[in-house]
């Protein structure tokens, strides 16, 4: 690992959740154009060096770095700032961090997550602390962890992991997914249609597309977690959901392979072996 940069040579200070926050308050019900870029850090990011080509090492440099913050007692979340600029940092979930935050004390865990999403001025450290609170289901960190992934791109995989196994999942996920785009909002759908229940329902017959390409990836997880051959079959079905299950099933139709599983899961999304060698900067 290469030594740490300072701080005062990576550019804008500002945190990527405060960023996040700043272009929400402007476009409170839209999608962040462009995914919300050029992200605060964007100057220095493109420095870092590329990760291990080896997917099962993935994610095991930084779980060392966390292994040797958490084993400092009096470590504190800001030292972990700048530590993961030129550590391979995945954006889904990862096996070495995950067992990583396991390892530690639980409020430890969840102060120094906590802190890195919120204060951190470097994506990698930020996606970081994702993967922390990530590790855990507190309901109290949904509207963190919600705001963040606005930036979808970047933090949408991890959000909609992290917000799944909260209480309270489906409705902060129909909020997050009625505001991504692009391949964050594949990984948000996925997720809200594995806890759909009825507040999320109508909003998965009548406002899931978006007219993207990507939209056939999760076509089928949609079309098994809204029952929409019930509700297509439904006396009186409106014109909206008539509309837009339409233009699901012509989707799905051209993407023959968009088949749901008992849980709701597509199986059209990427595999786990396109998903483990994403990283976080190109």
């Not at 870029?37 to 964007?42: A, R, W």
């Not at 409020?107 to 951190?120: A, F, I």
């Not at 963190?144 to 992934?149: C, D, E, K, T």
């Not at 009825?198 to 017959?205: E, G, Q």
Request: net charge negative; aromatic share 6%.
């Amino acid at each position: 690992m290469s030594e740490t940069p300072e701080p005062g040579l990576l550019g804008n200070q500002k945190s990527l959740y405060e960023h996040a926050l700043q272009l929400h308050r402007l476009h409170p019900g839209s999608v962040l154009s462009n995914d919300g870029k050029p992200y605060p850090d964007c100057d220095s990011h493109h420095r870092r060096s590329p990760g291990s080509d080896d997917y099962r090492r993935q994610g095991a440099d930084a779980a060392a770095v966390l292994d040797a913050f958490f084993a400092r007692t009096g470590a504190t979340p800001d030292e972990l700032a700048w530590a993961f600029h030129d550590v391979d940092v995945p954006i889904h979930r990862n096996e070495h961090i995950t067992a990583a935050a396991l390892r530690a004390d639980r409020e430890r865990v969840q102060q120094t997550g906590r802190w890195l999403v919120r204060h951190s001025p470097d994506r990698c450290s930020t996606i970081i602390g994702l993967a922390l609170l990530a590790a855990d289901c507190d309901k109290d960190d949904i509207d963190l962890i919600r705001h963040i992934g606005l930036l979808s791109e970047t933090f949408g995989p991890l959000a909609a992991d992290a917000l799944k196994r909260r209480r309270g999942a489906e409705h902060a996920l129909l909020w997050l997914a009625d505001r991504t785009g692009g391949w964050g909002r594949v990984y948000v759908v996925e997720a809200l249609c594995e806890v759909a229940g009825s507040a999320s329902r109508p909003w998965l017959l009548r406002k899931v597309l978006d007219g993207n390409s990507l939209d056939g990836y999760y076509v089928g997880a949609v079309a098994y977690a809204a029952d929409v051959h019930e509700a297509i079959t439904a006396p009186d079905p409106d014109d909206e959901l008539i509309d837009h299950t339409g233009r699901l099933l012509q989707v799905m139709a051209a993407r023959p392979h968009a088949r749901t599983t008992s849980t709701g899961a597509g199986s059209a999304a990427p595999t786990k072996s396109s998903t483990t060698t994403t990283r976080i900067c190109t």
